[in-house]
């Protein structure tokens, strides 16, 4: 049986069994992620997928893995997005937004005390602000009153 490169996302189930079979490694390179997940959703829709028998599927997701470059595990949540919604769509990533405690006047600050003080050492540092807001009631310098000295350090290493 004679394969054609050219569709592999039209590929009947026994086209790709043999593909399967007979190559040792493929790398898709220079596509984007959203050029992937399109072929992946062509090629599921070609397939017909949700039809399929059981051991057939099998054989589509290895299918998958292989051309596509991503594993089984990276596959799954793909189909299981096809099968929901019919499409395969990147989502965005969801790390925790911190609230800030420090702002950019309090970093300013502490940027003018540096200034001033010839960058004293961060125990230092924070004597002074402890001293400004308990001793001479400056307001400005409540949070920083409070700053550890290694999150001082870390606010002298930021962009200012």
Partial sequence: MQIRMEYPDRWNIEQIRKFLEGSTELEWQG??????????????VHQEYARCKRSDTGLIRAFLSKVSGRSLPQITPLIRQFLGSGEIASRPATRPAFPRKY???DVALLTQVDQA????????????????????????????????????????????
């Fill in 31 to 44: 596509q984007s992620r959203k050029a992937v997940y399109a072929w992946i959703r062509t090629t599921l």
């Fill in 103 to 105: 702002t950019v006047e």
């Fill in 117 to 160: 003080h010839q960058r004293l050492s961060g125990p230092a540092t924070r004597h002074i602000f402890e001293r400004e807001f308990q001793q001479f009631h400056k307001a400005e310098f409540e949070r920083l009153s409070h700053i550890s000295v290694s999150h001082l350090y870390n606010l002298r290493a930021s962009a200012a």
